[in-house]
């Protein structure tokens, strides 16, 4: 295992990039705001297989946080996660300061406007412009081959998929599948959050999403009739339910019945305390 080289600047990038180009290497990016886990590395290992080169970018964005929620206690262990980064084999990691990436009189932002709207995008307004832009900010700088985003955030997914084709980024933007703990639970650097007794009700989230993947497995397409199976352990270990829908994999449009053929995806955003969490899983009908 090698340390990776820790970037501060857009300059120092810049240099990165155009020596790994000079050397006709290609680049895959990860981009994370850090307090990395087994999801975010499994990410980086991916990369490492379809590039030469992976970095990870760790910076935790203040445009995507709105004025109420966790920007200043969001965990952060750059030392620990630069240790991590080079065991998951990222040569480079870019950790810029808040003011190198928005300095006094910054005022570009990118809205991606459909996949934004509705789920995490009503509740926390603002949030995807704030993730999209800084996303757009790291593609322009890094210009990688691929750049790999977990599943879990299935929602800043698509917003950023759209953006990179809106925007002719021409960087390759992949899915991965959302890594969870023994029980079930989507890892998140936010489960850091949880007591001992949160952390075990938590796990209702991605239980009623796999009794709703199941119930549907074995025909069910009513979304109504799913959304109440998938809330009911939710309601059961006391989680505020923020959201439970089932939306249009592809598109997130809205679903009132399930289709052979067409994926469709369910979403869910609880409380625990004032811990929020999401979590999705596909359904598919026979
Ligand atoms: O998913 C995250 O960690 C962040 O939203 C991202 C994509 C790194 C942008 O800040």
Redesign the pocket.
């Known amino acids: 295992m090698t340390t990776p080289r820790l970037l501060k600047t857009p300059q120092e990038v810049r240099w990165f990039e155009r020596d790994l180009r000079r050397r006709g290497q290609t680049l895959a990016l990860v981009?994370?705001?850090g307090f990395l886990h087994e999801g975010h590395l499994s990410l980086m290992r991916e990369g490492r297989a379809r590039c030469d080169v992976v970095a990870a970018?760790i910076?935790v964005?203040p445009t995507?946080f709105g004025p109420r929620e966790d920007l200043s206690r969001y965990p952060r262990d750059l030392a620990g996660d630069l240790a991590k980064c080079g065991a998951a084999s990222a040569a480079v990691v870019y950790a810029p300061e808040p003011a190198t990436v928005y300095p006094d009189g910054y005022q570009t932002y990118v809205s991606v406007e459909q996949a934004s709207l509705g789920l995490c995008g009503d509740r926390r307004p603002g949030h995807f412009r704030?993730?999209a832009t800084?996303?757009a900010k790291l593609l322009a700088l890094f210009r990688p081959d691929v750049a790999l985003?977990?599943e879990k955030?299935y929602q800043?997914l698509k917003v950023?998929e759209a953006l990179a084709r809106d925007l002719e980024l021409g960087v390759e933007v992949v899915g991965r599948p959302t890594v969870r703990e023994a029980d079930g639970l989507a890892m998140s650097?936010r489960n850091a959050y949880l007591s001992p007794d949160e952390r075990e009700r938590a796990r209702a989230l991605s239980k009623g999403l796999f009794a709703m993947a199941a119930a549907a497995a074995a025909g069910q397409a009513d979304v109504a009739a799913l959304v109440a199976l998938g809330t009911s352990p939710l309601a059961e270990a006391n989680v505020r339910l923020d959201y439970l829908e089932v939306r249009d994999a592809a598109t997130l449009s809205p679903l009132t019945a399930l289709t052979p053929g067409r994926p469709a995806r369910a979403l869910v955003a609880g409380f625990l305390g004032t811990t929020r969490l999401i979590d999705n899983l596909a359904l598919q009908v026979p």
Do not use: E, K, R
Request: hydrophobic fraction near 40%; charge should be negative; avoid cysteine.
């Open positions: 981009p994370t705001m970018t910076f964005n995507q704030g993730v800084v996303v985003f977990g955030d800043q950023i650097s």
